[in-house]
Nanobody, 118 residues
Framework: QVQVVESGGGLVQAGGSLRLSCAAS????????MGWYRQAGGKQRELVAV???????RYADSVKGRFTISRDNAKNTVYLQMNNLKAEDTAVYYC????????????WGQGTQVTVSS
């Protein structure tokens, strides 16, 4: 099993920056991908950014050029640097850790609120 815990959310003005952190513990040797998803009120959870254990990254179009995902494998931690935040980035951000063994296995954090005031 893998446990993930997020930190770093908060309230920021439009144009500002925040950095989210997510630490994984437990059977971390099995993790392939770590990523960030978000869910705004009344909407489905969506992918924000993901990074695999080789450092390959993928971003949602809406955050490209503004958000950067990084990973410290030695610390089993993933970061999301969010710059030039917009009101539409307001959401609960969830950290995800996943490994593949016949099927995909997902582990989620409890979520951290990011609120961007316009």
């Amino acid at each position: 099993q893998v446990q993930v815990v997020e930190s770093g959310g908060g309230l920021v003005q439009a144009g500002g920056s925040l950095r989210l952190s997510c630490a994984a513990s437990g059977s971390t040797f099995s993790i392939n991908d770590m990523g960030w998803y978000r869910q705004a009120g009344g909407k489905q959870r969506e992918l924000v950014a993901v990074i695999d254990n080789r450092g390959n990254t993928r971003y949602a179009d809406s955050v490209k050029g503004r958000f950067t995902i990084s990973r410290d494998n030695a610390k089993n931690t993933v970061y999301l640097q969010m710059n030039n935040l917009k009101a539409e980035d307001t959401a609960v951000y969830y950290c995800n850790a996943a490994y593949y063994s016949v099927f995909r296995h997902d582990f989620w954090g409890q979520g951290t609120q990011v609120t961007v005031s316009s």
